[in-house]
């Protein structure tokens, strides 16, 4: 077993002791680590640094309506120092580690300052769009009670939209917009794909619903 074999067994080995939300799981971790590798090959960035920060990027559970929310993603990298630092990870590694961490937090408004900072957010931001994101923004809603969308006005034509209010109204506070925010060719690349999937998922919402030109239609 190379040693970053061994070091992501002991990340999931960690992580299976946590309970997150149903769109923070342990799948959501495996999923951004496969976008994390895709793009460091891609970009040529380094794996020693991105393979353990996106194991560890959410290794401290903060709910998403908590007011600790923005903060989340610093707890989480002081948390993966101490972690990788138990493992016998070199002092060196650890700040590149952590500031990849603490940047790849859409809430938490940290410009990465790395080549790997960059690539880590961009995999978790990638997470958050196309028919995975679709459904993680549907089951997160549901968790929190919230409904798919606001009967009055579906697509938030005549009101602002609010996270608040429905999991469709998250689409326009931030999920449609979010693949503006990528950082490198790859990932900007296939935001761009994914936001086509939120796009066709809202017309065939609206089409379903029979919601058109700001009414239902009878």
């Not at 101490?82 to 990870?89: A, E, K, N, S």
């Not at 790997?116 to 009670?145: F, N, S």
């Amino acid at each position: 077993m190379t040693d970053l074999a061994r070091l992501e067994a002991l990340c999931e080995r960690h992580l299976a002791t946590l309970d997150g939300d149903a769109a923070h799981d342990i799948d959501h971790v495996r999923r951004v680590v496969a976008n994390a590798r895709r793009l460091a090959d891609a970009e040529g960035a380094r794996l020693d640094v991105i393979v353990p920060a996106a194991w560890l990027h959410d290794c401290v559970v903060v709910a998403k309506d908590s007011p600790d929310r923005p903060r989340a993603s610093r707890i989480a990298a002081d948390a993966a120092t101490r972690l990788l630092r138990g493992w016998g990870v070199a002092e060196a590694r650890l700040p590149a580690i952590a500031h990849a961490i603490e940047a790849h937090s859409f809430s938490a408004g940290i410009p990465p300052q790395t080549h790997e900072a960059g690539v880590l957010r961009d995999a978790d931001r990638l997470d958050a769009i196309g028919a995975i994101g679709i459904a993680r923004c549907v089951m997160l809603g549901a968790q929190l009670g919230r409904p798919l969308y606001v009967a009055a006005d579906p697509f938030c034509e005549h009101r602002d939209a609010d996270d608040m209010a429905s999991s469709i109204d998250h689409f326009y506070t931030k999920l449609l917009g979010l693949h503006t925010s990528f950082v490198t060719d790859a990932g900007r690349a296939e935001a761009a794909r994914r936001t086509a999937v939120l796009r066709r998922y809202l017309d065939d919402l609206r089409h379903e619903i029979g919601w058109a030109g700001g009414r239902r239609e009878s």
